[in-house]
């Protein structure tokens, strides 16, 4: 079985056009990064902006978040994410998401008709948890 990342996009951003794995640059990004490379799977960010991104797509910044975004559109984000993702996961994978309820919502319950096993390792961690379960997960002593 393999296993297939999907990491959200954050707010913070280097100015210029980079590789979307290089553009976000927040320390929880830089982590979710950090441990879904070390899993050795594929991997996509979910942009509120752009929906399913491969990590070395080329990308400007941005503003926009599904946070503050109508749950229409939010509903519509979703979909346009789902139709990306069926071209790139198979019924055998193992989706992990590593992402906030916004970016789940309304996503994950379609995941789980098309692929066997959906987790969401962090779920209910506030960002402080979050960075802390990141880091046990990253940084091995010795």
Known sequence: MR???????????KRGTHPAKDLYDSPWFKKARAYVERQGGPWYILSA??????????????EMT?????AAER?????????DLRRVIRPTDHIVFLAGQRYREYLIAEVRRVSSEVSVPMEGLGIGEQLAWLTQRTERSG
């Open 3 to 13: 296993t297939v990342y999907l990491v959200s996009c954050v707010g913070m951003k």
């Open 49 to 62: 902006k752009y929906g399913l991104l491969d990590p070395d797509e080329k990308i400007p910044p941005y």
């Open 66 to 70: 599904l946070n503050n975004m109508p």
């Open 75 to 83: 509903r519509a984000w979703a979909r346009s994410v789902l139709e």
